[in-house]
């Protein structure tokens, strides 16, 4: 069963959107080569509790830290560490914000410095693959649509595209149904519905898809080694687009 968001709930999960979007701002400016994840890591924990919020990584199913910092051919689930970021890196971060009890979810993905010609279209098609999905949500549109739309656009920049791991609903718990591939056919699945809130996340390579998990049970990278990208908003589906929840308001 997929929710529909009341207007009260929908005022938290914009709150929380909005500590989101700043965490990853305020980060932004730290993005430089000698910096730690870990230091990102603390910058994020103090940040968003001085916003009133709560990391939602932080203690989920164990995850020991309140963001997840992902390096070249880390996926997702980056474990902050003393780690130093070098230039011509590219680092995913995934931030989660709890607002009186509602999530947010966003991920970007950032240089460190000057990065080659290729990686700077992995993480600009990767974004673009992203709006690609959401231009496509609307009251009444199939979430096939969504999926299709951001396979489509992968594919003409020859990027692989990781079916393991999804996009999902996010309101009063992290993860909630649906699943949201990035990949599928149109006009398939279930219809979107005006108030739904959903977290769209394409994760592409410049590679092969294929993946697996390192040995902390957590760090999802690519098995040929090749660098990936990850772009994700939470958005809000209204009777005739979205509205992004997780962005500046």
Same mark, same amino acid.
């Given at each position: ?45 103090? $940040? ?14 164990? $995850? &020991? ?115 949201? &591939? ?19 996340? &394409? ?47």
């Amino acid at each position: 069963m997929v929710a529909v968001r009341s207007n009260s709930e929908i005022k938290k999960m914009q709150k929380a959107g909005s500590i989101n979007y700043q965490t990853h701002k305020l980060l932004s400016k730290y993005i430089k080569p000698g910096i730690t994840t870990k230091e990102l890591d603390n910058i994020a924990y103090e $940040f968003i509790k001085s916003k009133g919020g709560i990391p939602s990584f932080l203690g989920y199913d164990g $995850f &020991p830290a309140s963001i997840c910092t992902s390096i070249n051919d880390e996926v997702v689930h980056g474990i902050p560490s003393l780690r130093k970021l070098k230039k011509g890196d590219i680092i995913s971060i995934d931030i989660g914000v709890i607002y009186q009890g509602y999530h947010s979810d966003s991920a970007w993905t950032y240089p460190v410095g000057e990065i080659d010609e290729k990686k700077k279209l992995l993480l600009e098609e990767t974004k673009n693959a992203l709006f690609a999905g959401l231009s496509k949500i609307k009251n009444g549109a199939y979430l096939g649509d969504v999926s299709a739309a951001i396979e489509k656009h992968a594919k003409k920049y020859n990027l692989g595209v990781i079916r393991e791991l999804v996009g999902h609903g996010v309101g009063k718990n992290l993860h909630e149904d649906p699943d949201i &591939p990035n990949y599928g056919k149109e006009h398939t699945g279930i219809k979107l519905r005006t108030g739904m809130t959903l977290a769209i996340e &394409p994760m592409l390579t410049l590679g092969k898809r294929n993946i697996w998990m390192l040995d902390d049970d957590w760090t999802i990278v690519t098995q040929d080694e090749s660098p990936s990208a990850h772009f994700e908003h939470t958005v809000l589906v209204t009777d005739d687009g979205y509205i992004i929840l997780t962005g500046e308001i």
